[in-house]
């Protein structure tokens, strides 16, 4: 099988971007930027519908970053100071770990424009995943980031759970802290094994796809541990990720190829990217091939919407041709 | 600087109403013109009423280069106010740091807004094209500022790692898209292709203008330096901050801010011709006028001296992010913590943490004149 979607939060489109700023102003009111933003969404949600995506998001527009609802939907976790978001002019709120954290209600859902999915297409749902997590947050009360990371996957599992009932097919748990290299440099074969097993707890007894997508750094880092993930599918960015060295590894399991750049605005030839997919999968999968998706190597909102917009539209012609080459 | 513990701004100064409307053509209200009437007799300008007549002109790109200067003129008198030893002129002519080279440079289109956070966006550019300096961009700023002020000047110039960082690079991934097969070394290639000619053909010649016009020290405002922290990266940040100050009769100094200091340290005393790190110190510090081994903020200096570092400082111990208005002693302190750490009073030269863009005038500066009086405490102290 080989499909498509997109692997994170999508860039605000002009109309939005203007409301959001004059709402900051104070010149509208939270209504018309509501509003603002369920027509950003409706946008996104059918330009993902157009390119025929496998599975589909909201756009994740209400996301300010990626830990943010987790600040605000979470027990015992403070909003912290502005902090960078790995190596991009981009960045985030740290949470700041004071207290057990606890789970009151489904964090994803009051974060998510569920009544503007499609009914007949399958949904995705992305989270951070508990590595990242312990990592990016301001660790205040645990013992260590590793039993932060256990409680957080405790969490996830129950919103997992969650999103599963509403009726989600896949979830992805963003993972760029276990690729990145100034971090993972110092992870050590023990911590990965940890990493593995706080995945186990978050997935464990769904029924839905799982992936761990990582970004910004060399999938390879973490190889050959990473195979044996707990997760249905594996998510590299090419952009960050040695080819060769990629190829010297066999995989079982299915992996989504970070093959569209979200960190530059040039257009991608199709030509070249269904080259270099054929080369890494014909590599990676010597007898059974696993399921392929064809997917941006980051979120989407590094860019602006209409070349984002540009990029849906060579996914959606590379994984076409990667189905012919490969029925 | 023979004076000791000299005190300086590093860049921005916020721009007046009167300045941002007039320049962009809109009616000035009531309330801007008295801005510009108070301010203008609190900093005692002269021909104040040619200013008004000038406002109140209809817009022209001789009224627009008018506002500018006057703007300059404001700003300039302002830091002489504050008692400043070395300054330039806020930035005035300036749109934003990065915006106002890329716009006055080919080979650059503007694709819109960007998230940084919240509601909150910065406009980016994609390269498409091979950079051309097609005229500059800091050279009658330079000069007016040199007409109007007898004070030691230093040239702000945004540098080429961060407009390289902060844009799009289409035009040299494009130009190795069959030259090398593997996206991530590509990438870095195209990286530095992107920054070598862009050095090459624009920085320096704007350099070269500046100097040969008399300029004497310019800073190189690199806030993206370590946005990158491999060592791979750090290396190129620190090979583009020496190919772009080579051979140049002029002082060089880098400023950078809100960063990780743990990898800046490293690679520091790599840099040639840098005769001093401007640093944010202040927004890691505690408020508390406390003397003794706990100026937490100002830990990381360690680090450099440790790495081998043996330029100057700029010292940051004013935070520019909030409306507190350090007291002198606070100043003091911070300064002379400072010098015994690094055993050498004559190593620092007492700054804001960055350019003071985002405060309003009035608390600027009452910030920068409790800046004056904490350096003057110290000198004292340390006499």
Known sequence: MIGCYVTGIFPRLTELIECTRIYARGRINASDLEKAFEDATTKIVNAQVSAEFSYVTDGMLRWQDMLRPFIKGLGGVKMGSLARWFNNNVFYRKPIIVDTIRRNKSIFKEATYIGYLPKNFRWKAILPAPYTFAQLSENQFYKDKTELMFEYAEILKEEIKSLTQLGFKYVQLSDPALVYEPIATSLSRTELDYVSEALRVAVEGTSIKTCVQTFFGDFCQILPEAIDFPVDHLGIDLYATDFEKLKEYSFEKGVAFGLVDSRNSLVEEPDELVTVTKEIVESIYPSKMGEVFVCPNCDLEFLPWERAHEKMKIIRSVTKRLREEFS | ?383
């Open chain 2, 1 to 383: 600087m023979s004076k000791l513990l000299p005190t300086q701004e590093i860049g921005s100064l916020a721009k007046p109403r009167w300045r941002i409307k007039g320049y962009r053509g809109k009616p000035l209200s009531k309330e801007d013109m008295a801005e510009a009437i108070d301010w203008g007799r609190k900093l005692e300008i002269p021909d104040l009423k040619e200013l008004v007549k000038l406002l109140n002109e209809r817009d022209s790109p001789s009224k627009r280069r008018g506002i500018l200067e006057w703007s300059a003129i404001y700003a300039i008198r302002f830091f002489k106010a504050a008692g400043l030893d070395v300054f330039f002129d806020g930035e005035q002519w300036r749109s934003e740091m990065y915006e106002h080279v890329i716009r006055q440079t080919a080979g650059f289109n503007s694709l819109g807004y960007i998230k940084s956070f919240d509601y909150r966006y910065f406009n980016k550019a994609a390269c498409i094209n091979k950079p051309q300096y097609t005229n500059s961009f800091y050279l009658d700023e330079f000069l007016f500022t040199k007409e109007n002020t007898e004070k030691e000047i230093k040239v702000p110039f945004t540098g080429p790692y961060t407009l390289v960082d902060w844009t799009f690079n289409e035009y040299y991934e494009k130009k190795l898209s069959h030259k090398i097969m593997d996206f991530k070394q590509r990438k870095f290639e195209a990286k530095k292709n992107f920054l070598f000619d862009l050095i090459k053909e624009v920085i320096r010649p704007e350099i070269k203008k500046l100097v040969d016009s008399g300029a004497k020290w310019i800073q190189i405002d690199e806030p993206a330096a370590t946005t990158n922290p491999t060592d791979e990266e750090m290396r190129l940040f620190v090979e583009c901050f020496n190919e772009t100050v080579k051979d140049f009769n002029c002082t060089f100094s880098l400023h950078n801010c809100y960063s990780n200091y743990e990898i800046l340290a490293k690679y520091a005393c790599d840099l040639r011709n840098c005769s001093q790190l401007a640093l944010e110190f202040a927004n890691r510090d505690s408020r508390q006028a406390k003397v003794g081994n706990e100026r937490a903020g100002y830990k990381e200096i360690e680090l450099f001296e440790e790495y081998g570092f043996r330029g100057d400082y700029g010292l940051g111990v004013v935070d520019v992010h909030t409306n507190f208005i350090e007291p002198p002693k606070l100043v003091r302190n911070r300064i002379l913590h400072v010098a015994k750490m690094i055993g050498d009073p004559s190593r620092i030269y007492v700054s804001p943490d960055c350019g003071l863009r985002t405060r309003f005038w009035e608390i600027s500066l009452r910030k920068l004149k409790n800046m004056v009086s904490g350096a003057e405490l110290a000198r004292n102290a340390v006499k």
